[in-house]
């Protein structure tokens, strides 16, 4: 395997697009072992797309274009405006409230960052942000994105490696809400030392707030109606994604009445070139996967991990600081593919409850969107904004240093994790 995966990494680094990276590295594998029949990496590729729980993927994916389609955007932006809008900071808190309530609707923190960066960017600089602050907010908070439900990385996580997907959706909601409040303070204290001013005077009104409420209410029910579903037993989660799809339809065409023939259209071109995108991942990872299992690469881990300590949390942090070395240089969900089969086994085997894993396990990779040398979000943000790299990674440390504490709060109580998921579903 160390030929594979030394292959992937060159082939990275020739700017090849990954699945293909991930299946032709994959396939040198059974070039080693010519015992091996050649057809497997075929089969493997289809048998890869064909779980029954990965139809939750492409059903989610869909959902979010038609809520993004259904003007919802704009609701829930009058929403976080009139909610946060009067605070030190001003569209930067807007911003962090956006994403956090945008995380419901469509799990993908690259999409929502580059959205919010076209939506908030050109304001915030007319407002007098700095260019590298503005990147790093926008950057930064697209984090509660694939945290609070429903995110594609918990679905993939959840069908690798066999956890629930409902507990880890209801895991993701007390860590959005801290990661929400601690940006929000870091907001504050950064913007007070800039001089930046609030968006609003004052603070809302109930009438403000409960008009604004009721603009975005489709959208603030839609994670809690998911979670409604899987803890009644009405939805398993390849079919709470069909019952998604129908809401958002129903709303942007009943509710909103903004889902109309060419948004419509647009919704379902974006969602195929989106859905094929994943599913061609998921297709390839599957002939890479293989070699992991037949070279026993997580007993391997396990073994040399374990040699150098026995204390649980010297482990995870150790797979903590990988996942954000790896996640500097690889996507997300190929990590969440690769990388499940090998650690999450370790964190069970030292007692880690593998939704709090989970939590950990998706933060950690995620932060890597959002830093050199390889981010997609943070180049997403810097593009859009023409935005020098050097002042985005000098400007966003203070956003850096506060997801990474919250990380480490995550590590070390993991009630904070377990809490929700525990009062809804039961002990795991």
């Known amino acids: 395997m160390l030929l594979v995966f030394f292959a992937f990494i060159v082939l990275i680094l020739l700017g090849m697009p990954v699945a293909f990276s991930i299946g032709i590295a994959g396939t040198l594998f059974f070039a080693q072992h010519l015992n091996l029949p050649f057809t497997i990496p075929i089969q493997l ?6 779980n029954f729980a990965l139809l939750a993927v492409p059903l989610f994916i869909m959902s979010g274009n038609f809520m993004n389609q259904s003007g919802i955007t704009e609701r829930l932006l009058r929403l976080s405006t009139v909610l946060t809008g009067h605070m030190r900071g001003g569209l930067a808190q807007v911003s ?26 050109p304001e915030m600089l007319k407002r007098g942000f700095s260019k590298g602050y503005a990147a790093g907010i ?15 990385g918990f679905i993939l996580y959840g069908t690798v490696g066999q956890v629930s997907i409902g507990r880890l959706f209801a895991g993701g909601i007390l860590p959005g809400l801290i990661l929400w409040v601690s940006l929000a303070v870091t907001v504050s204290l950064t913007a007070k030392k800039r001089g ?59 509710a909103y009445r903004e889902l109309g023939g060419r948004a419509f259209k647009e919704a379902l071109e974006g969602s195929t070139i989106d859905v094929g995108a994943v599913m061609f991942l998921i297709a390839l990872s599957g002939i890479f996967g293989y070699g992991i299992v037949w070279d026993r690469i997580p007993e391997v881990f396990s073994n040399v991990m374990l040699g150098i300590t026995t204390n649980p949390y010297v482990v995870m942090i150790l797979i903590v600081i990988f996942l954000l070395i790896a996640g500097c240089f690889i996507d997300g969900s190929v990590l969440i593919i690769m990388l499940t ?88």
């Open 45 to 50: 590729a289809i048998s890869q797309t064909q």
């Open 96 to 121: 962090i409230a956006l994403a956090t309530l945008m995380g419901g609707v469509s799990g993908s923190c690259i999409a929502d960052a580059a959205m919010q960066t076209r939506i908030l960017g």
């Open 138 to 152: 926008l950057s930064f908070g697209s984090l509660m994105t694939p945290i609070i439900p429903p995110g594609i």
């Open 196 to 254: 930046y001013k609030p968006e609003r005077p004052k603070g809302p009104s109930p009438r403000e707030v409960a008009s604004a409420t009721l603009g975005g209410i489709w959208a603030v029910l839609f994670p809690v109606m998911l979670l409604a579903g899987l803890r009644f037993g009405i939805f398993t989660p390849s079919e709470i994604g069909a019952f998604a799809v129908v809401y958002s339809f129903f709303i942007g065409v009943f």
């Open 341 to 428: 089969p090998i650690f999450l086994p370790i964190a069970t085997e030292l007692g880690f409850d593998p939704v709090h894993f989970g939590l950990v396990f998706i933060i950690t990779i995620t932060i890597g969107n959002f830093t050199p040398p390889v981010g997609s979000a943070m180049y997403a943000v810097c593009s859009i904004l023409e935005c020098d790299v050097n002042d985005y990674t000098l400007e966003s440390l203070p956003f850096l240093v506060t997801v990474s504490l919250v990380a480490a709060l995550l590590i070390f109580f993991p009630n904070v994790v377990l809490f929700i998921p525990d009062l809804i579903f039961g002990k795991g």
